[in-house]
């Protein structure tokens, strides 16, 4: 490993050629050298800027041709840098590699880029548009996560994956075009883009497809994703007819108030209606799993209590006889609740079941309980006593977040 003083770079060799592996200059504008000692530099290393006196300064970068690849965090938190000029040679950017860089406005990317690293541009608050190259496969986890600023990104065809939280809190993304050979896209990878309002789909793509802005699977069996800033008049929702199931958060932070199930849904996973607005869900009285009181969704024996829609307007509530179970996140972060009333029959509360209730004030858990999952009462912020049973199975960490008292009947 060896440093020059002209340039204030540190090299390091291998078989390729030289590569950069320190910094140790103080200028705003950084150029990296094409060559050492009469032979090429083709590489960024690792972690070049994120420990530097003086990352703060750099404003911008030039990096020439030749160079094939930029290493993991190499620019990570060079918070003034505005603009960084890519060689048309480049195959492969880093994890973490333009990570918290906070003023980059504009990137263009060559086309020989084959490969970005997960949280790549993460925190890239003011970059505004983004033209991705034919020969991209995959857009990693995190990659595009809180880029505030970002209105517009053209995904190329040679797309195939999407990965989990890859545009999480993009929130000025209004449209986005997934391409014909999109095959995979990860879990909320579009969660909390507030202005999104159209997912619009390739008609040639044999995976997913789009209706009225809305993602689904080819087939229209799965709802996938209802795009959070999509909203009618009346801000209210039908899932089609034909759907069977509905995706783990594909109504997450959305603006409706109002969703109904078609007869022939019978699925949906954890986290589908964790959206603010929600006031009641809806349900086709054909439908063979689930039913509707008032707007609050039960299983169809009305035996289960799956979930009280979190804006629904009422301080007090009773869960009706014969409840035996409140499902997992069942009552999560509703905003007006103060009093719940649980009935004798009820034996099963699941993990989270109450979290978030911040004007809950206070609960008896029935005698007939037998079991209370995890986190139930976490951050229920007024919330000063719950009165229960000693003979209540209580699992270990089910009163985690709760500061109030515990008062035992028997």
């Known amino acids: 490993m060896e440093k020059d003083d002209l340039f204030d770079f540190e090299f390091d060799m291998d078989e390729n050629g030289w590569s950069v592996t320190d910094y140790y200059g103080r200028s705003e504008e950084v150029v990296f050298p094409a060559s050492y000692e009469g032979k090429p530099v083709k590489t960024i290393g690792n972690a070049l800027f994120p420990f530097s006196l003086y990352n703060k300064r750099i404003t911008r970068v030039i990096i020439p041709e030749g160079y094939t690849s930029i290493g993991e965090s190499a620019f990570q938190n060079c918070l003034m840098l505005t603009e960084i000029r890519l060689p048309e040679s480049l195959t492969s950017i ?12 504009e990137i263009q990317f060559p086309k020989s880029l084959t490969s970005i690293g997960e949280s790549a541009f993460q925190n890239c608050l003011m970059l505004t548009e983004i033209r991705l190259p034919e020969g991209l496969t995959s857009i990693k986890e995190r990659t595009f996560q809180n880029c505030d600023m970002l209105t517009e990104i053209r995904l190329p065809e040679s797309l195939t994956s999407i990965g989990d939280y890859a545009f ?12 014909e050979n999109l095959a995979s896209i ?6 909390f883009c507030a202005g999104l309002i159209n997912i619009i789909v390739d008609e040639n793509n044999p995976v997913f497809r789009s209706l009225d802005g809305v993602l689904f699977d080819k087939d229209m069996t799965t709802l996938m994703w209802f795009p959070d800033g999509k909203k009618n008049r009346k801000r209210k929702y039908s899932v089609p007819e034909g759907i069977i199931a ?25 986290n589908t209606f964790k959206c603010k607005q929600l006031k009641s869900i809806t349900v086709s009285e054909l439908n063979p799993v689930f039913s509707t009181i008032d707007g609050v969704l039960f299983d169809k024996e009305k035996s289960v209590l799956l979930k009280y829609p979190g804006k629904k307007d ?19 972060d509703c905003k007006y609740l103060i009093n719940i009333v649980l009935p004798e029959s009820l034996e099963f509360i699941g993990d989270y079941a109450f979290s978030e209730c911040k004007k809950l004030a206070s609960i008896t858990l029935p005698i007939s309980l037998q079991y209370v999952g995890r986190c139930v009462f976490e951050n229920c912020s007024h919330l000063e006593t719950i009165t229960l049973s000693r003979k209540t199975r209580i699992w270990h960490k089910a009163f985690e977040g709760f500061t109030g008292q515990l008062v035992y009947r028997d």
């Open 314 to 332: 009422k301080t007090d509530y009773t869960v009706p006889d014969g409840i035996i179970s409140i499902e997992c996140y069942a009552f999560c």
């Open 186 to 191: 990860g879990e909320f990878a579009f969660a």
């Open 168 to 179: 999480f809190n993009c929130r000025m993304l209004t449209n986005i075009k997934l391409p």
């Open 246 to 270: 509905i995706d783990s958060g594909a109504f997450y932070h959305c603006k409706l108030t109002s969703i109904c199930f078609p007869k022939s849904l019978l699925f949906y996973e954890k």
């Open 94 to 105: 880093g994890k973490m590699t333009f990570q918290n860089c906070f003023s980059l406005k």
